[in-house]
Structure formats: structure tokens, C-alpha cells
């Protein structure tokens, strides 16, 4: 597997999570990263997504001011931070990545050839 998320799970509305996306990939550094989402009978939507080096970051507008994508090259990690959380967020969360030429920007799921499993985050009313 060459991309593990983790960290999703039941919260409240208005907590806070973090997922985390371990990379097994060679020359994490290069590589665009993004977060998708699936809720229940709806189609996989983006979510946010980070450049490689310098990182520049990008979001969609449900989720701007309220999540914050960030990676750390040394642990071939990216992570979610998710904060204001409502029940319109419920849905599996599952990161992707890429390789990628400095200055390209993905946000399509078609874009992306690595995908992790998912994982699950539920935000009760």
C-alpha cells in the first residue's frame, strides 16, 4: 500500500480532527498531494491539495478557512487538519498523490494514480 490514511472516526459538530496520510513512495518531495472526500450516493469531491516544494496550497470553497492541508517531507506525511467540523463533512476522506513538474496544479480525481484506502469521519448534529 502505498498510501495510508488514518484518523478519522464519530465527532461533534464544531470539534476539530486531523487525518494523516503516510506515503511509501519514493521521492515524496515531488509529489502533488490531495485530499478527496465521498459522502454517501454523491460523487468523490476535492477537498484540498498541496503542491511539492515551495508548497502552495489550494481549496475548495466549502471547506477555505475551515481546513488546512500541510505536509512534512521528512515523514513522507501530508495531513488534513479539519476544524469547525459540520454534518454536511460526513463522508470518507481518502488522500491521493502524484508526481509532479513544479509549477502543474491537480485538483481532478483523474488526475491522480496513488489513493489511499479512506478513512471514515462522521460529524453528528
Known amino acids: 500500500v502505498q498510501l495510508q490514511a488514518c484518523g478519522g472516526g464519530l465527532v461533534q459538530a464544531g470539534d476539530s480532527r486531523r487525518l494523516s496520510c503516510a506515503a511509501a513512495?519514493?521521492?515524496?518531495?515531488?509529489?502533488?498531494m490531495a485530499w478527496f472526500r465521498q459522502a454517501p450516493g454523491k460523487e468523490r469531491e476535492f477537498v484540498a491539495a498541496?503542491?511539492?516544494?515551495?508548497?502552495?496550497?489550494f481549496y475548495a470553497d466549502s471547506v477555505k478557512g475551515r481546513f488546512a492541508i500541510s505536509r512534512d517531507n521528512a515523514k513522507n506525511t501530508v495531513y488534513l487538519q479539519m476544524n469547525s467540523l459540520k454534518p454536511e463533512d460526513t463522508a470518507v476522506y481518502y488522500c491521493?498523490?502524484?508526481?509532479?513538474?513544479?509549477?502543474?496544479?491537480?485538483?481532478?480525481?483523474?488526475?491522480?494514480?496513488?489513493w489511499g484506502q479512506g478513512t471514515l469521519v462522521t460529524v453528528s448534529s
Open positions: 491521493a498523490g502524484r508526481p509532479s513538474i513544479l509549477t502543474a496544479i491537480y485538483i481532478s480525481p483523474e488526475d491522480y494514480d496513488r
Open positions: 513512495v519514493p521521492s515524496f518531495s515531488r509529489f502533488f
Open positions: 498541496i503542491s511539492r516544494n515551495p508548497s502552495s496550497t
